[in-house]
């Protein structure tokens, strides 16, 4: 059992720190925030200041002395001692680095986006915190029940964002929504721990790693565990068939949607199975599944992003697709393609989202349809929000070029080559939707209604700036630069170092699909766009048509006419939800109705009353044989005793 | 003719018995009362007995006795209360006449 690691001290034991800034800021703010000057906001951006402040003193013991495993006790029962306990590897800096930049992004940005939105602003920021702190406990924790609780507190951060404007009944709906989704995956999670901990006796995961790798777990009791605990991580990072909570988690505020799909709740689930990797790595089953699962997700939600209008729910999708490329990286075995690919991703959906954020603050519109030619209103918007589509699009030399074809090889050396092919239709198609949301934004005749469109104030146009660069420079983290540093696989990594080089095959498809989707998009979306159809149609029927935004575009307009049949089952989100409400209605609630039915006739009238009903009327009955007279009383006294009497004198020789 | 606990024992019981026919055979509740004294009666002869052969040292039995007369005295006064009132109310003292409380 690796215990703490602490033969030279390393400073990185102070990592703790983070998260406590955090809870101590929410704490504050939730107590005290009436009393404080902006609600106690500030509080809250100090605190995850504070904690990515404390990253670069942790990365740089880190790579100075070198990281370990730090623990407390909790509390022992018989033979089991439970600890808080952190774990400081490769994994848990990147991870550190990652949630505490996008997070202090996303607050700094939220301060001026909150501003004159409705809803208690303290409040916001004090959930904020709390998920933070929540998510880097859980990036933090060494065993499995510090990290369900921080994997719960995240689940419940995400419910009380997205429902951040609870009047609306569509927030309220989707906050829902997205808690009840995962929390049934987080039961397979909490599940699939109690079987580890029922082979191995403890939580520990460097621990349960240790057990497995001896052979202890039998096989099949290990890929019941691992297939469980993926299905927590299916549920958090949204991926098929639970990933239909994430499109409607849309309904919070923009900057929420970016902390959850960038930096916190989503990537929560793809960081589970990195953590557990070395157990992935002896149930072959298990891998294959998560592969699959993954493939599949980054397939059909690529395709859904393909055709929605909405602004934000392109984007998700799009998420989820590049959530499916991160399990189909650990399905083949590509544990730092998947990590980095999580990273460059996470900078890169941060930006769209931020930048999403800004053009719907600018505009005051989410839907792409209303949108079209805001470069000139909102430069610098127009500029980060391209270099994001561009760098999850995977041009070179962005972050997700990198990240994609890392992807790609580990694919190609992990798994049969149908996965390899499948993989390139989703990449063209994740370069062909972010051209679509690009351009159908950005170019093309500024609509009538959009004259008055702004570009954002400065504290929301900083976080795109400096997340924008990161987008264009995450990538080159992944070529190794000097001896020293022999690219981020030489770095973070499972089992060995693979130092970083060129498969030149690979990397070509890369970038012609990329490219050639990116073009594809370009030439679909910017030609033929014909604001006259707009005045038309209003000119006609004196109100705006309800049109697609295929219309003004004559090739996307043709291909929706020629495969009417398949958009629509896409349109439909090839009608998941639409099954889960039917589930719903016709088995989940019918039985809850049989249920409550059978609760009010037999257990309520006939168990309970029942019982009372019968007592009174047995007694009504009953009454009539008391005479009152005391004779009868004295007699039965007298009788009662010699019965006893008899009794006992006839078994007193048996006692 | 030496006389033996059993002796004593067969007069308590015939008290005893005495006593029993009398409170379900008597109507008059003073006469039940009378009955009821020669059952308690019973009781302490046997306590006595008891008590003076099987342990004549340590006098339980007749501080019992004792405690039980003491008993009796005040369960007389009350019943006779009682019965006093009932032939108040009624003029009569027949059990079989009081049945009003029965449901």
New interface residues.
Partial sequence: MPETSDSVTSGVQWAWLAPAFCVAAFTVIAVLGRFLPRQGAHLSVLAILGGFVLFWYVLREFLVIGGGIYKVDWFSVGDVTLTWGIVVDELTVVMLGLVTFVALAVQVYSLSYMKDQPGPFGWYFAVHSLFAAAMLTLILADNFLLLYIAWELVGLCSYLLIGFWYERRSAAEAAKKAFVTTRIGDVGLLIGMLLLFNETGTFDIAAIIHVAEQGAISDGTLTAALLLIFLGAMGKSAQFPLHVWLPDAMEGPTPVSALIHAATMVVAGVFLVARVFPLFVLSPDAMLVVAIVGLVTALIAAAMALVMTDLKRVLAYSTISHLGFMMLALGAGGYTAAIFHLVAHAFAKALLFLGAGSVTHGTDKTDIRDMGGLRTKMPLTFITFGIGALALAGIPPLGGFFSKDEILVAVLDGRNPIFFLLTLVAVLMSALYMARVFFLVFYGSLKRDNDGAHESPLLMVLPLAVLAALALTAGLLAPGWTSDYQGFGAWLFYDEPHPYKVNVLVMALSVALAVGGFALGWAMYTRGDAAPETTRGRRRGGQRREQDAYVQHPIPARLQRQFSGLHAIVVNKFYIDDLYQWGIDRVALAFANFMALFDRIVVNDTAVNGTGDSVRRSGRTL??I??????NY??GM?VGLVVVALIWWLALPYV | MTVTLLHFQVLAAALFSIGIYGVLARRSAVLILLALELMLNAVNINLIAYAAYMEPVRATGQVIAIFVITVAAAEVGLAMAIILRLFRNRTSVDVDEVDIMKW
Avoid: P, Q, S, W
């Fill in positions: 009454r009539y008391e005479t009152g007279k005391v004779y004295a007699l007298a």
